[in-house]
């Protein structure tokens, strides 16, 4: 046989065996589009935080070099080159720029933007969201909630009576129960069917697909990953699989590894490790699912750059300390990592508001419903 055909021949071979269903990464086959959607938000993650937590795994042991689709999204704000984190989620959620604190609202009259998550629950998606900060916090309250100000958690909570959210994992119990109003919203859950559980079990909850449910990990926020809290990697694979159930069209889900950023407020290394290693072994929970599963998309991004975080010279492999510029958002692009049925749309450099365009196009809907 002529030379040239054998390079030709082994690529055949080798593109041909990579379609058999595997364990392996590369050899997964995907289902055309997805069924399912998880978009995953690290809250102040972009390259230098994804580059120490990298480093802090180790070489070729981190989620991020399994994600084979790398994107970049401009994170500015409607008026604002360096956004917050309730317009940067409003963008994936509403794929529509807008004024920081806005949490599900448009300039310039602050009309309310329906959410991917509210359209796709009216549509018989199963919805849900798990994170590590309040139900009333910026990123998980910018699919839900319509408020000009984020600080309205108390309006925020009652938002979350609109929509048939199918299951909630977070803190923020203290925003439904224990509010100036006495109102107390979550009696009102339960009379709608919801189960309400505490604490950080899963045990008792209806994971059976049979009941939507809240699991409330914390009154107000929950506790750091450098010290007690271990809960969103588990978290996310029993809502995945809860979900599966609650719905056969599909799923929407957001995890968020929320106090990624608040440990980037601090200036705080130990703090920002703990949090990068929790959503690295969330994103690794993630991308199991959507393995073996075939029909679901992982997105995984973040908000914004927190911290001018650098990395700095001069440190051995053993003393890796990043350091930082301030303890504010910067303007810095944020990657994308994209996973599944057509994860390649995910590729190049576009606008926050380009997910939520693209997550409907790999859903088969275009750029998204009409307006
Ligand atoms: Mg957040
Ligand atoms: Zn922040």
Redesign the pocket.
């Known amino acids: 046989m002529p030379r040239i055909l054998l390079p030709a021949l082994l690529l055949f071979f080798a593109c041909h065996s990579a379609r058999k269903p595997s364990a392996d990464a590369s050899a997964v086959v995907f289902a055309e589009r997805p069924k399912n959607i998880i978009l995953m938000i690290g809250?102040?993650m972009a390259t230098p935080q994804i580059s120490a937590g990298l480093y802090w795994k180790g070489a070729g042991k981190s989620v991020w070099e399994q994600f084979s689709v790398v994107g970049f999204h401009k994170s500015h704000s409607s008026d604002e080159k360096v956004t917050?984190?309730a317009a940067g989620a409003t963008a994936f959620s509403c794929g529509q720029k807008t004024f920081n604190g806005a949490i599900g609202v448009l300039p310039p009259d602050n009309r309310p933007c329906r959410t991917i998550l509210e359209e796709l629950d009216a549509r018989g998606w199963a919805t849900g969201m798990v994170v590590t900060c309040s139900a009333t916090h910026?990123t998980p309250a910018s699919f839900i909630a319509h408020q000009d100000i984020r600080a309205y958690t108390e309006s925020i909570a009652e938002d979350y009576l609109n929509t048939e959210l199918d299951c909630f994992i977070g803190g923020g119990s203290g925003y439904f129960d224990d509010r100036p109003d006495k109102k107390n919203l979550l009696d009102t859950l339960k009379k709608r069917g919801y189960v309400i559980r505490r604490g950080t079990g899963f045990s008792r909850l209806p994971l059976d697909g049979e009941a939507p449910f809240m699991l409330f990990t914390a009154e107000r926020e929950p506790p750091t990953a450098s010290a007690t809290r271990r809960y969103l990697p588990e978290a996310t694979r029993k809502a995945c699989q809860y979900l599966q159930k609650r719905s056969p069209k599909g799923f929407f889900l957001m995890v968020e590894g929320s106090q990624i950023?608040?440990a980037?407020?601090a200036n705080d290394r130990n703090w920002l490790k703990a949090e990068m290693i929790d959503f690295d072994a969330t994103v690794t929970a993630a991308l199991d699912f959507a393995r073996t599963d075939g029909n679901t998309l992982v997105i995984v991004t973040g908000?914004?750059e927190?911290g001018g975080t650098s990395l700095n010279p001069g440190e051995s492999k053993q003393t890796f300390r990043p350091g930082f510029a301030s303890r504010?958002?910067s303007a810095a692009m944020v990657p994308v990592f994209a996973f599944g049925p057509r994860a390649e749309l995910f590729s190049g450099i576009y606008d926050n508001t380009a997910i939520y365009n693209k997550m409907w196009t790999a859903l088969g809907n275009g750029s998204g419903p009409a307006k």
């Open positions: 809250d102040g917050d984190s910026a950023d608040w980037l407020h908000d914004h927190c504010m958002h």
